[in-house]
C-alpha cells in the first residue's frame, strides 16, 4: 500500500467519521488532509453520499497545481478552498460543515465571541467572519477566492492559525483545521459548540448590551494551561 | 404489478420514511405523488398511524374531478390541497408537514429569509407565506382553498414552484414539493433547516435590527451552481 | 383478575409509557386513570424509580374519601390534585409532568397561546394559567388546593376542560387529561409541542409586538373538524 | 479489596456514568469522591478519554496535604478546586462539569433564578455565581483559588452548601456536590435542567422585564417536602 493509499484511506475514514458527527446535513460538508511530502492533498468527491462513499472514490489533488493528481470522480467543489488554506497554512486536515450555529453566526456577520475557558482551552479569542466576497470574485474562481478571503482575514488582522484553528465565511459558513484529521474534527465541534454557547448568551440578553469578555489573563490561562511550550494538561 | 399500484407502494414507502425524518408529530402529515400519465395521484389516508400504514391504504384520486379512484380509506383531509397544486405546478410529489420551525414562521406570518448559501443551495430567494383565508374560505372548500392561495401567492409574486419548492401557509404549516418523493422529502428538510438558522438569527437580534440578507449574486451562484443546464456541483 | 387489578396495570402500563415519552426527568411526573364505577382511581406511588414500577406498586385511591384503598405505598404527592381533578371534570386519565416548556411558561406565569392549527386541532383557545396560592393555600393541604385553583381557573373564565384538556399550575408545571391513558399522554405531549413553538414565536420577537392571533373561525375550523358531532378527520 | 480500592472502583463507575449523561463533552469535566475516615478522595486523571478509563487510572489525593496518595497518572487539572471544597465543605461527592446552558450562564455572570417548584425541590434560591479572579489569583494557584473564591461566596452570602448544592464560576463552568456520586450526578443534571428553563424565561422576554420569582413560602414549601426532617415525599 502506498502512502497515497493510506491517505485516500485515512481520509475516507474521517469523512465518514464526520458524516456520524452530528455537524452535517445531506451531501454538505467535507473533509481533507495533505500529504506535504508527497506533495498532494486528498478530499471527498462532490455531492456523493456519505454512506457510499470508499476509499476509491477520494481524490488526491496536486498542492503546486491544484489538478487532480488521483480518482476518477470530480472532487469536492470546495477544493480550491482547501489548495489556498494548506498553501497559506501550515495545517494537515482540514474539515467544512454548514453546522447550524456556526453558520448562522457566519449568516449573521458576527464573530463567535471568546466568552469563557471552554472557548479559550481551543480557540485563543474571537472566531473571526471575512469580508463579503465582490462581484467579480463571486463571478470568477469562487471556491479560490474564498480561499484567499481566509488568508487575508488571518493576515489583515495579524492572527495565527494555529492558535486561531477555524473561520467563519460570511453568508456561507465555516473552515477548521489541526494537525490530523481526528483533531480537525475536534475542532469543527468545538467551533460548533462554543458558537451555540454565544448564540445562546446573545438570545437572552434583553437589555441590549451584551455580557463582557472575560480578563485576557484568564483566556491566555487556559488557551496556554492546553497548547505550546508550557502546557500542562492531560498526561505529559 | 400495475403502474397504480407502484404508485402506492412508493407513496407508502415515502410516507413512512418521511414519518423517520423528525418532521411528523402523530398523524400530522403526509406525502403524495402523481403519475400524470394515468392522470392520478396517491396519498395517505386520513388519520391512519404511519405504523400500521401498508400500500393497500394509499388512496388514488383522480386530477381531473378530485375523486377517489382506488382505495376502500377516506383519503388525507388535506388531500384538496394537494390537488390543486398538482394542477397548478409541475412538480411529481408534495410533502406536508407541520415541521416545527417552518410551522412557527407560517405562525408568525413570516417570510423564512434567504440568509445564506446553505439556503440559496435549494430555494432561489426568500419563503413566501400566503395571505390569510376570508371566513368564506374557511367556512366551505377550506382545503381547496388553501391549495388556491398557494398558487395565487406564486402567481401573484411571480414565483417559480421551481425556484421555490415551499410555501408556508398563514397560521397552518408548510408544504414542500420536487420532481419525485425523495427529493420532496429532502426540501422540507431543508426547509426545516433554514427555518431553524433564520429563527436562532432574528432570536438573538437584540438591537431590534436583523441583519442584512447577502448580495444576489452570491445567492444565484449558489442556486445555478447546483440547478438549471449551468449547474457545476456533483458528478455529471 | 378484577377489574381494579386491570386498572392498575394499565396506569402501571402508562406511567412506564410517559416515562418514555421525553416528558418526564428523573421521578418528577405522574398519570392517573379512574373508575367512576368503583368508584377509585389508581395512581403512581411517590418517588418510586420508574424503571423498578410494577402493577403492585400503584395505589387505588376512593373518589368519595381520598383515602387510600389498595396498595401498600404511599400515592404521589400530587394525589389530592389529581382527587380534586376527577370529582370537578368528566376526564378518564390525568397526566402531570415538568415538561420543560409548558414548565417554563407557567413559571413566567404566561398562557400558551393558540397561534395556529396544529393548536387548535387539540386545544379551543389559549392554554391557561392558574393564580398563585396564598400563603395559607400553601401551608395546608397544598396539593388539595392545587386542584381547587385549577378547577376554579376553568370555573371562573368559562372553560370546558373537554375543549380545553390541559392547564398550567404557576410557577409549578403543567397538568393534562383525556378520555383515557393514551389521549391523556398525547395531549401532554402536544402541549409540550405548542408550548415550544409559542415559545420561539416570542423568542424571535425582537419589536416587543408578538405575532397576532389567528381568526377565530380558523381556530373553531381546526378543533370542530377533529371534535364533536361534525367532525370529519380520520376514518370515521 | 481495600476501602481504597472500591473507592477507586466507585469513582471510576460514576466517571463513566457522567460521561453517559449528556452533560460531558469529550474530555471536559470530572468527578470525586472522598473517604474522609481514609483522608483521601479520588478523582480521574487529568485528559484521559472517558472510554479508555478503568479504576487503575483513577488518582487518590490526600485531604491533608493534597499530594497524591495512589495512581501513576496526574490527577485532573482541576484537583485543586475539589480539594477545597472538600475541606470547606461536607459534601461526599463533586462533579465538575461544563455543561451547556450552566456554563452559559456562567459566562454572562448570571445567578440561575429560582423560578418554580423544580428548582426549589433541589435548590433552596438562587444558584450563585463567583467573583473574577484577579490576575494574581489566576496566575499563581489558579485551580486552587478556584475553589477558595467559590468557599468565599457561600461564606459571605450565607449559603449553606447542604441547601445550595451548586455554583457557577463565572466566566468557567459549574461545579455540583452531594452525599455520594449518584446524587452529585443528579445534582449536576438538574441544575443543567434549571438552567435551561430559566434561559428559556429570559429568552423569551420582549418587555425588558423579567417575570418575578414565585412567592418564598412556595420554595420553601418543596425544598422542605424533599428535604430535612419534615419531609414527606418519596416512601419513608
Chains 1, 2, 3, 4 share one sequence.
Request: glycine share 8%; hydrophobic share 40%.
Amino acid at each position: 500500500m502506498t502512502t497515497i493509499d493510506r491517505l485516500r484511506e485515512t481520509v475516507c475514514r474521517a469523512n465518514l467519521e464526520l458524516a456520524q458527527s452530528g455537524l452535517v446535513f445531506g451531501t454538505f460538508g467535507n473533509l481533507s488532509a495533505v500529504d506535504r511530502e508527497a506533495g498532494v492533498f486528498a478530499i471527498k468527491p462532490s455531492g456523493v453520499p456519505y454512506a457510499d462513499l470508499t476509499p476509491a472514490h477520494i481524490v488526491t489533488v496536486s498542492l503546486e497545481t491544484g489538478a487532480v493528481v488521483e480518482g476518477s470522480l470530480r472532487p469536492s467543489s470546495d477544493t480550491p478552498t482547501h489548495l489556498e488554506l494548506y498553501r497559506a497554512f501550515g495545517c494537515g486536515a482540514i474539515v467544512h460543515t454548514h453546522s447550524e450555529f456556526a453558520t448562522m453566526f457566519a449568516q449573521a456577520n458576527l464573530p463567535i465571541r471568546c466568552m469563557g475557558t471552554t472557548h479559550a482551552d481551543y480557540f485563543r479569542g474571537d472566531i473571526p467572519v471575512t469580508r463579503s466576497l465582490t462581484q467579480a470574485e463571486v463571478a470568477r474562481d469562487y471556491e479560490r477566492n474564498t480561499g484567499l478571503v481566509i488568508v487575508e482575514t488571518f493576515r489583515t488582522r495579524g492572527l495565527s492559525p494555529d492558535e486561531m484553528p477555524a473561520v467563519l465565511v460570511v453568508n456561507h459558513a465555516s473552515f477548521a483545521w489541526a494537525a490530523d484529521c481526528a483533531r480537525a474534527i475536534e475542532h469543527a465541534q468545538v467551533l460548533e459548540l462554543v458558537a451555540r454557547m454565544d448564540w445562546r448568551t446573545r438570545a437572552m440578553t434583553t437589555s441590549g448590551t451584551l455580557p463582557a469578555r472575560p480578563d485576557e489573563f484568564l483566556i491566555d490561562k487556559h488557551f496556554l494551561r492546553k497548547h505550546g511550550p508550557g502546557a500542562t494538561y492531560g498526561q505529559r
